[in-house]
C-alpha cells in the first residue's frame, strides 16, 4: 500500500468511527494540520474506557499497523451488517464477507483494505 492511500483510508475510518475533524493552519508555517478527537478513545481499544478526548493527526491514525485499533471498526460493521431490518441487509452482508475471510487469515492489510472498501460502499 502507498502512503497516501493508507492515510485517506485511515481518515475514511476514522470519520466512520465519530472522530470530530478539525483543520488547523500550523502557527510556524504555511502548512494546514488535519486532526480528529474521539471522546472516550473511540479511535483505539485500548482507549475506549478512559473518559478523556483523544486528538490524533493524520500520520498517528493506525487502523491499519494495529489489531487495537481496526477491530472497533469491524466491531461497528458487524453490528451495521446485523441489522437485518436495513433496506440494504443482503449487500451488507455480502460486503462482510471480504472482511471475516481476512479476518480469519489474520491478515491486517488485507482487513484494513476490505473495511475501507465497505466503508465507501456504506457512505455512499
Not at 485517506?8 to 478539525?22: D, R, S, T, V
Given at each position: 500500500m502507498e502512503q497516501k492511500e493508507v492515510i485517506?483510508?485511515?481518515?475514511?475510518?476514522?470519520?466512520?468511527?465519530?472522530?470530530?475533524?478539525?483543520?488547523?493552519?500550523?502557527?510556524f508555517s504555511d502548512v494546514y494540520l488535519e486532526s480528529w478527537t474521539f471522546l472516550g478513545g473511540q479511535g483505539n481499544w485500548r482507549l475506549l474506557k478512559e473518559p478523556a478526548k483523544h486528538q490524533y493527526f493524520a500520520h498517528q491514525l493506525f487502523y491499519h499497523l494495529d489489531?487495537?485499533?481496526?477491530?472497533?471498526?469491524?466491531?461497528?460493521?458487524?453490528i451495521i451488517v446485523s441489522d437485518k431490518l436495513a433496506d440494504n441487509y443482503s449487500d451488507a452482508k455480502a460486503r462482510w464477507k471480504p472482511i471475516a475471510n481476512e479476518l480469519q487469515n489474520c491478515n491486517l492489510e488485507n482487513v484494513w483494505y476490505c473495511v475501507v472498501q465497505f466503508i465507501r460502499w456504506h457512505n455512499e
Open positions: 485517506e483510508g485511515n481518515k475514511l475510518i476514522a470519520e466512520f468511527m465519530g472522530g470530530e475533524y478539525e483543520r488547523k493552519k500550523d502557527p489489531w487495537d485499533w481496526i477491530m472497533p471498526v469491524i466491531k461497528k460493521i458487524a
